[in-house]
């Protein structure tokens, strides 16, 4: 079955520090991957999709299909990221998205 | 701009009540969706549908039910709500399975 894994259910770092948000997947075919992110009192909305191949809000995400990863990075953490982040896998088929269990965003001042 | 809206922010029930949780887009999305969201679980979805009157269950259905008699229109149901349904719900729509969700403000169900 395809699954997405974020080890770190919390994640803390000092403002300015970079920052890594790992996701894994397990799925044999080609994948499509997405990250999405919920900051406090908003609605969950799309951070990126790895078919843009874009950055936004200075965060980037390489597919590395050897590693089945999808690491989310950014190199200066800023306090405004904080924040709960979900990765999400799209497989082939008529299918709905499977999304990990999120990693929550700590920025320290 | 994708609205997607949800009838409550804040909902408190009793054990045993009937609950509906109603969700409205407003972009002509083919596929609405129903999650939880609880600490530590993160998203599960409950329910799909990806047309008027079509419905699929996701991964935790047990204890829900599903409507949808309009296209803009997807209405979750506790036929007999119990305290370990208390969670954020989550509604979602998108144009196709393949393209990006919006998702609704969600509504924080607490069963007593």
């Known amino acids: 079955a395809q699954r997405v894994t974020q080890p770190e259910k919390l994640l803390s770092v000092f403002k300015g520090a970079p920052v890594e948000l790992k996701c894994n997947y397990s799925?044999?075919?080609?994948?499509?991957l997405f990250w999405y992110v919920q900051y406090s009192r908003q609605r969950l909305q799309l951070l990126l999709r790895?078919?843009s191949r874009e950055s936004i809000k200075g965060f980037t995400a390489d597919l590395n299909k050897g590693e089945t990863s999808f690491h989310l990075k950014k190199p200066f953490a800023q306090e405004e990221d904080s924040a709960m982040y979900y990765c999400a896998l799209k497989v082939s088929g008529n299918t709905p998205l499977v999304f990990g269990k999120g990693t929550r965003l700590s920025v320290i001042a | 701009d994708v609205k997607v809206t949800q009838s409550s922010r804040y909902l408190v029930k009793r054990t045993g009540e009937k609950v509906f949780l109603e969700c409205v887009q407003d972009m002509d999305h083919e596929n609405m969706f129903w999650y939880r969201q609880d600490p530590g679980l993160g998203l599960r979805l409950i329910y799909f549908s990806y047309d008027v009157k079509m419905k699929e269950k996701g991964d935790i259905p047990e204890g829900y039910s599903v409507s949808r008699e309009k296209k803009e229109r997807f209405s979750l149901i506790l036929e007999s709500a119990s305290t370990n349904q208390t969670s954020m719900y989550l509604c979602a729509s998108s144009p196709s399975l393949v393209y990006e969700q919006y998702f609704g403000p969600g509504t924080r169900l607490t069963v007593t």
């Open positions: 790895h078919i």
């Open positions: 799925y044999s075919g080609s994948p499509e």
